[in-house]
């Protein structure tokens, strides 16, 4: 039986990991150990949906506290300044699939409006610079689907002080060597981490240990030795330079922009203070030097120092070997397009919680086993997504788009791609083509497909009635769009009930 787990790091993964655990699992006892000389990554991140549905759904945290904590921005989705033709939005709504009374077809079907660009009340709430509805009592309406724009060094502070309400241990030291032995841990005999000792001699033991180490992946990678699956067929980007600078006047909208740039691409995320940018590039194609140059070219605003941090894009052939399990990017990383690491953090932590409960601690081979093939099949479906927005961004010319088009690997998306240049937007086969634990969907596929105007077969020419109605929804949807609430109304009515620091 599985009572004490032990987690190695102390980010956002670690204190992620641990939170979960100690939520979720009756009788275990947590530890995390975190190295003082490894400090938190500063810098502006955004999430997907399944951050705040991990948050605020599933563990039930406190979101007030959360919000005094952590202080986050709102993110509707993205706007892809992106491909040739006009920008456009992947909100995280369920727009392409949306019934809507008088019309025959899916929204996908029929054509934009003079003036609009939005397909439904998420992409209308982000054209508008909106964040939430207001309701009839003025106050905001949180049911839209949406994530989070953070600073990373207040999301882990608020990580900290939650694992430490939860009576989770706190141990920093530095691990000097890694001790390997056999388990059973995952319901057979096998070999994994007997201890791990520190720099100050102590010699830490457990039933579970959880990698949350980030690039180095101390225990999984180093220690045990499991093989990487490399990702670079897909994904050409392997360097990022970061920047920002402090908000003045400028609107706070909320979504991440990602913007195309001559040798990948520029993140724009929004924050109360601060505006972060950030531009990922691949190596094979500039400099760093040349990168930052084309970086503050676009953005004159930049202040003060930037800096370059390399990553590799893969997956570990397995997640959960013998008694140690990876969170984060211990056990893989794709590119920073998306947004998907927090993601994938939250889909690890949830899965291993859930695992460990459903056996009351004692996993079995098989359960163990569909662990590691659902989560090496959620990297390989955000691997898969991330691959149709180089390979078919047609915006720029230079030599890093051009080897985007002509050897960008799509893997398993390219079911997806064959469908809608069938049969255009048609959602019927969703759930079939895409399994329904794809966190993308058609939504995701259909709005980068669409967005980049990549060709289909099938059209729909709307006869005047139905292209009338849709154009009178549209109006409607914009209307009701802009009289929402944008970020700093909403700001302002936290603070005035508590759920904001100056409040």
């Known amino acids: 039986m599985i009572d004490r787990a032990l987690v190695l790091g102390g980010g956002s993964a670690g204190f992620l990991a641990a939170i979960t655990l100690a939520k979720k699992v009756p009788g275990l006892t947590v530890r995390v150990v975190r190295s003082p000389t490894i400090g938190v990554i500063g810098v502006g991140e955004g999430t997907t949906a399944a951050f705040p549905r991990h948050l605020f759904n599933y563990q039930g945290l406190d979101a007030g506290d959360f919000y005094r904590s952590v202080q986050p921005t709102w993110k509707l989705g993205i706007r892809c300044i992106w491909g040739s033709g006009p920008d456009f939005f992947y909100p995280f709504a369920e727009e392409f699939s949306r ?136 994904l050409f980007c392997d360097r990022a330079v970061i920047g920002r600078w402090e908000r003045t006047d400028e609107p706070t909208p909320a979504y991440t922009t990602a913007e195309t740039m001559d040798h990948g691409w520029a993140w724009r995320i929004e924050h109360e203070r601060w505006v972060n940018r950030g531009y990922v590039f691949s190596s094979s194609f500039v400099s760093d030097d040349e990168a930052e140059a084309e970086l503050r070219r676009k953005n004159p605003k930049l202040t003060g120092d930037t800096r370059v941090v390399g990553f590799r894009s893969y997956r570990l052939e397995t997640m959960w070997s013998g008694n140690v399990v990876g969170i984060g990017n211990a056990s893989g990383f794709v590119e920073p397009l998306e947004a998907t690491a927090l993601q994938a953090i939250c889909v690890q932590c949830s899965t291993l919680a859930d ?42 010319d230079t030599p890093f788009w051009k080897a985007c088009r002509s050897d960008v690997a799509i893997h398993g998306a390219q079911p997806v791609v064959d469908f809608y240049r069938e049969n255009g937007p048609s959602t019927l086969l969703a759930g079939l083509i895409l399994a329904p634990t794809n966190s993308f969907g058609f939504q995701g596929y259909y709005s980068m497909l669409a967005g980049q105007r990549v060709p289909c077969d099938r059209t729909y020419d709307a006869p005047a009635g139905e292209q009338q109605a849709w154009s009178q929804w549209i109006g409607k949807v914009g209307d009701w769009a802009a009289a929402g609430m944008d970020t700093a109304e909403v700001i302002g009515f936290f603070r005035g009930v508590g759920w904001w620091p100056g409040g």
Do not use: C
């Not at 081979?365 to 997504?385: C, G, P």
């Open 355 to 396: 695992v460990l409960a459903d056996s009351s601690r004692e996993p079995t081979v098989s359960l163990v086993a569909h662990y590691n093939r659902y989560n090496t099949t959620q990297w390989d479906d955000i691997r898969d997504f991330l691959s149709i927005h180089f390979r078919y961004n047609d915006k720029l």
């Open 99 to 234: 019934p809507i009374d008088g019309l025959t077809k899916k929204p996908g079907f029929y054509d934009a409006p003079e003036g609009s660009d939005w397909l439904g009340p998420t992409s209308a709430l982000m054209s508008k610079g909106k964040v939430f509805a207001r309701q009839p009592d003025g106050k905001p309406d949180l049911k839209t689907p949406h994530a989070f724009h953070i600073e990373n060094e207040l999301l882990v502070g608020y990580l900290e002080k939650v694992a430490r309400s939860l009576g989770v241990e706190i141990t920093d030291g530095t691990v000097t060597s890694v001790e390997t032995g056999p388990t059973r841990a995952s319901g057979r005999e096998e070999a994994g981490v007997s201890a791990l000792v520190l720099d100050t001699g102590e010699r830490l033991t457990a039933d579970l240990f959880v990698d949350a180490s980030g690039f180095r992946s101390a225990l999984l990678g180093e220690a045990l030795g499991v093989g990487r699956v490399s990702y670079t067929d897909s």
